[in-house]
């Protein structure tokens, strides 16, 4: 099990970026794949982006491709997601999660770690 604390979110106005990052706790954090999830009010919980624990690759949802990048330091036992050109649409909670199931890390439901969220809200 990893413990994970994510920072970084706010509020910013549409084309503005934001960087998040997930600080897992535990030894182990090189071994899991990581997902960064976000909710919106009234919408289901989706899978943002993902990476290896290696990160050889990188999974993203359609329409963060092009504006976002996870990236991760497993030295820091840290993960990020820098978010470029912000749109309303992006205003949700991000969730960072583990996953020891390094090769589901394109599967939500393989996730089983789940940091507490940080809001992220893009005003017009």
């Known amino acids: 099990q990893v413990q994970l604390v994510e920072s970084g979110g706010g509020l910013v106005q549409a084309g503005d970026s934001l960087r998040l990052s997930c600080l897992a706790s535990g030894r182990t954090f090189s071994r899991y794949a990581m997902g960064w999830f976000r909710q919106a009010p009234g919408k289901e919980r989706e899978l943002v982006a993902a990476?290896?624990?290696?990160?050889?690759?990188?999974y993203y949802v359609d329409s963060a491709k092009g504006r976002f990048t996870i990236s991760r330091d497993n030295a820091k036992n840290t993960v990020y997601l820098q978010m470029n050109n912000l749109k309303p649409e992006d205003t949700a909670v991000y969730y960072c999660?583990?996953?020891?199931?390094?090769?589901?890390?394109?599967?939500?439901?393989?996730?089983?770690?789940w940091g507490q969220g940080t809001q992220v809200t893009v005003s017009s």
């Open positions: 990476i290896t624990w290696s990160a050889g690759s990188t």
């Open positions: 999660a583990a996953t020891i199931y390094y090769m589901d890390y394109k599967s939500s439901h393989r996730y089983h770690d």
